[in-house]
Structure formats: structure tokens, C-alpha cells
């Protein structure tokens, strides 16, 4: 009996230790980026994607170190036909849902989601057969965040959204 006591506590002060800190998210959000001038962009989490995705439908390396890219495309509202220039972090190879290893350029950028502001790696990737121009990981994911899939656009209020 003292074991099962002990277990039900333990259990108790973790799930309160979680909920205290972590902020719950659904299986779609919304975000700004705001070093790129981005506001209310739609995106989706993905527990089972290790690093987050940025829909580029340009993407050039201008140079060891620098990438050229824009956000979106024209068939988004957002779309700006502005090009971005960045630092490249790293080239990373990454596995798609088909199983082919691509590589990719990674950026660093601000993304602001809940009022907070968190520094996140993206790849760049044109993902125009996709729904979703964003796709937030689990590195993201892990700077505080639980999955719950039944919920949708925690992040933001109806007013925000328009």
C-alpha cells in the first residue's frame, strides 16, 4: 500500500512540476517572425519531425557562410516577393516522411507564439504540396511546450487571427 502511495504522489508533484511550467499547444498554431516582418502565419507540430521547417519556394546559397530565400509563395496571403538574406547555421541531412535523406540549409530566427519570444532552428524547404508553411519540432517543442492533438490555435485569440 505505502509503494502505491508513494507512486500516486510522485506522479501528482510530476504532472504539477509540468503543468506549472510547460505551455499546451494543439496539432496546428499560429506564430509571427518577426525578423522577417511575418505575422499570424499558420503551422504544424510535429512531434515526430526533429528540427522546424520554413516553406521556401526560392532558396540559393550566395556563399559559404550566407543564404538567399524567400517565405511562402503566391498562393499565400502573406507572400511578400521579398528576399531574405541570413547566415546559414549548418546543412543538415534530414529523412522526409517518403524516406529519401535530403540536405538542407538551416537558419536561425526569432518566432513569437504565446506573447514569448524563442530562438528556433529552421530548415529551409519548399513545402508548397504541403497545408501547413511552417512545421514547429521537437527541438522547438522542447523549449516548454506538451502536445495535446485534440487542441487546435491555442496560441492565439479570434481577434489576433483577422
Given at each position: 500500500m505505502n509503494k502505491l502511495v508513494f507512486i500516486l504522489v510522485t506522479l501528482l508533484f510530476s504532472f504539477q512540476s509540468l503543468s506549472a511550467k510547460d505551455l499546451l499547444i494543439g496539432k496546428y498554431d499560429r506564430l509571427d517572425l518577426p525578423v522577417l516582418k511575418l505575422k499570424n502565419l499558420r503551422a504544424k507540430i510535429d512531434t515526430g519531425a526533429k528540427t522546424s521547417s520554413l516553406?521556401?519556394?526560392?532558396?540559393k546559397q550566395i556563399d559559404e557562410n550566407s543564404v538567399e530565400f524567400d517565405v511562402l509563395d503566391d498562393t499565400h496571403k502573406k507572400y511578400k516577393e521579398k528576399i531574405y538574406t541570413m547566415p546559414i547555421k549548418r546543412v543538415a541531412?534530414?529523412?522526409?516522411?517518403?524516406?529519401?535523406?535530403?540536405?538542407?540549409?538551416v537558419i536561425s530566427t526569432k518566432v513569437v507564439i504565446f506573447d514569448n519570444t524563442y530562438d528556433v532552428e529552421f530548415t529551409l524547404r519548399n513545402r508548397a504540396k504541403m497545408n501547413y508553411p511552417i512545421l514547429l519540432g521537437r527541438e522547438f517543442l522542447k523549449q516548454g511546450f506538451l502536445v495535446?492533438?485534440?487542441?487546435?490555435?491555442?496560441?492565439?485569440?479570434?481577434?489576433?487571427?483577422?
Open positions: 516553406h521556401c519556394s526560392y532558396i541531412s534530414v529523412r522526409s516522411s517518403n524516406g529519401i535523406v535530403e540536405k538542407r540549409f495535446d492533438v485534440r487542441e487546435e490555435y491555442l496560441s492565439y485569440s479570434e481577434e489576433k487571427i483577422k
